[in-house]
């Protein structure tokens, strides 16, 4: 038999140039696997043997054919994941003191490392071997499979039990004392007699009563065995884990608030109230640093980002004082566009450390959908899949993400988002603008996150103006419930003037026109991109006639209808005009609320979630200016027979808790006045009544999925109504919505151009892959999520083979895409589009 190999590297020309040992592969994935889990100190050996059996199939000569011809076997008996399932499950079983639900997850994680995560009910299958074995096309496929498999291994017996002898010898960690691989008693009857027993104790764990335990030391194995397995089969070298020093955030905000000084009482309050906060927080974790979970609730702009920062420093220097591992931290918000203000604070923060920007990959990475996949080792750009590697597994000291990203992690069942699980463990995770999570979910959230703080030895901290009720037991960092009713009551700046009187779109524009002082800024911010976009064209003199404005300020737009290359200039220049208190008007929807450091003296808001009024609040006299800041809260009247904009946008939980919240406020003449420091008395109200209106049943549906390792269900499924833990999903699936590209430059036509040509053409899968991931990040600055009829309306192109749709160059067409506006409405526009 010749020398048995785990991959082949090929050229263009399909030629091997390359090849790596199979006994070599499975003693690094092992030894890597078993370093990777070694936080979660029970775990780190059920991971050693995942890594050491997980390409055991490998060794048929079915596979081996195939690895050096590329010809597959018509049987599928090249196949290997399931056999090396089998026998990672026979070894993890005689391992003495394994814990005893190990050896089923050990199977699982094997069987699934080529995929996502699947059911356990399915993957056990309907009977054991000794009565006649699973039914059904899919499980005859596969034991016949394994049947010719364990035939041909028998038949090279010696071969087998030679390589992995090879690969224990290679081993780089201690194997568990009184155990070696037995590879012949495999081959003989231990299959079978592994098979029947994970039929049994998988269908024990079903019947048994739900413990989360299982779910948490599956991901832990699962997202060690793949992440290990991905790194080393690239070549990937790992790297020390680099120095920072423990007081980089405390010089950066000292030098912030030096800079920030001023002549004004208004901004030395403001500095002060900063400071305050900040002293707080650090008193605070000096005392409770024991704790698991912290909330941090503070009035906007009174230095949450930096506060939050400082007490991750503290922590991280806790654990190198106490010689414990050095936790990294996970900053997750629920916009890319904050992302990307937070990671600028990072790198002011740490820019001036040693190795940071030869080796930035190291220390900081920021990871969504529009991040650019590039690392540098040493001031050398890393290959595509590598740098993909090291941004998908979170390697950094500091990750900058998103929330999908983080719950894709923890509440997941994909491949790509698991392999970085490890990474969490013994992590600081700041959850900014927590608010922001769907109410729904916010049972299973508070489930999830205190079960992985108490395992995982996770620190979390949950940050924002308005707490939800997220159930939840934390250390509130900002002092007791009277410190920080006082931070409030404190920081005056605006009052929120409510009226509950519906307004017809033309006496709203003609009460704004009256009003409008040419010297002050203002924000205009509505439900939906048809109602901005009607009033924005209003106040441009561009539909219905020509409205002047007095003053130089400019009428700004903002919104999802603008791609996001042009929304994120637009934020960018509008955070400058801000700073330089230019009197704009910004008309937008809601991309405006949350995290966005821009400054107006005066918002109009259309009727929304209190959550939602308190965060644009935010965005209001932000800095304590001389001249009182006011919220006006309006209510548009609907199109006759349609809901309101916001019941039809925002969950009805939310709408009904807020309609209930504001009646109680208003007079009879339903207006009211609220001043800044009565918000968290109204918040407190809002979100009692979401809470008590929100009925556990869909997170409790994906809490027990998750502990009856029920994580997906195939597309031919039959138990549709069967919870999974794939239905977990922080934004809705819009099936109507398609992504479409828009040619609206120069710029945009060569990127399309470029995609058409380089990556849709390609026949080579990873050729493919590797060459869009290079150009992804400026490729979808163009793309934005519209109702496909609107697109069809517009003259966009369909691609059904990608899923994709474009919109042909449109070069100064404004009547179907403006560089102000964004996409035109269409004659088909959807009323509710957002």
């Known amino acids: 038999m010749p020398e048995l190999w785990s991959h082949a590297r090929r050229d263009e020309q399909n030629k091997i140039i390359d090849h790596t040992r199979l006994a070599c592969h499975l003693s690094d994935v092992a030894s890597a696997a078993f370093e990777a889990a070694s936080v979660y100190d029970t775990v780190k050996w059920a991971a050693m043997v995942a890594g050491l059996c997980h390409d055991f199939g490998k060794m048929t000569t079915y ?58 009910q399915r993957d056990v299958g309907s009977s054991p071997l000794s009565q006649g074995g699973p039914s059904g096309d899919e499980w005859v496929a596969r034991m016949d499979q394994v049947h010719h498999q364990i035939t041909d291994l028998s038949e090279h017996r010696a071969e087998i039990i030679s390589e992995m002898a090879n690969a224990i010898t290679l081993l780089s960690c201690p194997l568990p004392k009184g155990w070696n691989p037995k590879v012949e008693e495999f081959l003989s009857e231990g299959w079978r007699a592994t098979f029947d027993r994970l039929f049994f104790e998988g269908r024990s764990h079903l019947r048994g009563r739900p413990n989360p335990i299982a779910y948490v030391r599956l991901l832990t194995i699962f997202s060690a065995l793949i992440d290990s397995d991905k790194r080393k089969a690239a070549g990937l070298q790992s790297f020390e884990r680099p120095e920072i020093p423990g007081n980089m955030v405390a010089a950066h905000a000292a030098t912030i608030t030096g800079k920030q000084a001023s002549h004004t009482k208004s901004n030395e309050y403001m500095d002060q109230v900063r400071r305050d906060l900040n002293q707080r927080a650090i008193d605070r974790i000096r005392r409770y640093g024991e704790a698991n979970v912290f909330t941090l ?12 920062l400082t007490v991750a420093e503290m922590l991280r220097e806790s654990a190198k004082d ?85 719950f894709d992690t923890v509440i997941g069942y994909r491949n790509a988002a ?30 999830v996150l205190a079960y992985l703080s108490e395992q995982c030895a996770i620190k979390i901290i ?42 017809t779109m033309e006496d709203f524009i003609d009460n704004f026109l009256r009003n409008h002082d040419p010297s002050r800024s203002y924000m205009l911010v509505f439900n939906t991109i048809r109602a901005s976009l009607d009033v924005y064209q209003r106040l441009t003199g561009l539909h219905e006639g020509t409205m002047k404005l007095g003053g130089q300020g400019a009428i700004r737009y903002l919104s999802s209808n603008v791609v996001p290359g042009d929304r994120r200039e637009r ?115 809002y979100f009692e009544r979401v809470a008590d209106q929100e009925a556990r049943g869909g997170s409790e549906s994906i809490w027990k999925a998750m502990q009856r390792l029920h994580f997906s269900r195939p597309k031919d499924a039959k138990d549709a109504e069967h919870p ?66 609107r697109a069809r309306s517009l003259g966009a192109v369909e691609l059904a083979k990608v899923n994709f749709w474009y919109l042909p160059y449109v070069g100064s067409r404004r009547d179907i895409y403006d560089p102000e506006s964004g996409l035109a409405l269409g004659p088909e526009f959807i009323e509710n589009q957002l």
């Not at 959850?431 to 109410?439: F, G, H, R």
């Not at 419930?481 to 920081?491: E, Q, T």
């Open 63 to 120: 596979f081996q054919h195939y690895l050096r011809t590329l010809e597959v076997d018509p049987h599928q008996y090249q196949r290997h994941a399931y056999i090396s399932a089998l026998y990672g499950a026979f070894e993890a079983y005689r391992i003495p003191d394994m814990n005893p639900s190990d050896p089923l997850l050990v199977y699982l994680a094997i069987k699934h490392h080529h995929g996502n995560l699947g059911n356990l």
């Open 462 to 503: 949950l940050m924002t103006a308005t707490q939800p009720e997220i159930p939840i037991k934390a250390v509130e960092l900002a002092g007791e419930p009277n410190d920080v009713a006082a931070l409030f009551s404190g920081l005056d700046r605006v009052d929120m003037r409510i009226d509950m009187n519906g307004i």
């Open 724 to 789: 999974v833990v794939c239905d977990f999903q922080l934004i809705e699936d819009r099936p109507q919505y398609v992504d479409l590209f828009v040619t609206s430059t120069q710029k945009a036509q060569e990127l399309w151009e470029w995609y058409e040509s380089q990556v849709l053409h390609e026949r080579d899968l990873i050729k493919r892959r590797d060459t869009y991931l290079t150009g992804k990040t400026e490729f979808l600055k163009y793309v934005i999520s519209v109702h496909e009829k």
């Open 322 to 406: 106490k010689g414990q591992r050095v936790p990294r931290v996970i900053y997750a918000l629920p916009f890319t566009s904050i992302v990307d203000q937070t990671v600028d604070i990072l790198k002011q923060i740490y820019k001036n450390v040693p190795g940071f920007c030869t080796n930035q990959h190291r220390y900081l990475a920021s990871h969504h959908h529009l991040s650019p996949v590039q690392a540098t080792d040493e001031g050398r750009e890393l290959p595509i899949d590598e740098a993909l590697l090291l941004l998908e597994g979170w390697d950094s000291e500091f990750v900058v993400t998103t929330f999908i990203q983080l």
């Open 571 to 685: 934020v960018s220049d509008l955070k400058k005009a801000s700073e330089e208190r230019q009197p704009n008007i910004i008309v937008c929807t809601q991309v405006i609320e949350a995290g966005v450091d821009i400054d107006v003296d005066v918002i109009y808001r259309e009727l929304a979630p209190v959550d939602s009024l308190v965060q644009v609040s935010g965005r209001c006299n932000r800095n304590n200016g001389s001249q009182r800041g006011t919220v006006n809260v309006f209510k548009l009247e609907p199109t006759r027979g349609h809901k309101s904009s916001m019941e039809v946008v925002y969950k009805a939980i939310k709408s009904d808790a807020t309609m209930q919240v504001l009646s109680g406020r208003v007079g009879k003449d339903r207006t009211a006045l609220i001043p800044e420091s009565a918000f968290p008395q109204l918040v407190r109200g």
């Open 297 to 308: 609730t503070a009035p906007t702009g009174s230095g949450k980002t930096l506060t939050a």
């Open 418 to 447: 698991l392999k970085r699980f490890h990474r969490m463990e013994n992590a600081i995770i700041i959850l900014d603008e927590v608010q922001s999570l769907p109410a729904e979910w916010w049972p299973l959230v508070g489930d």
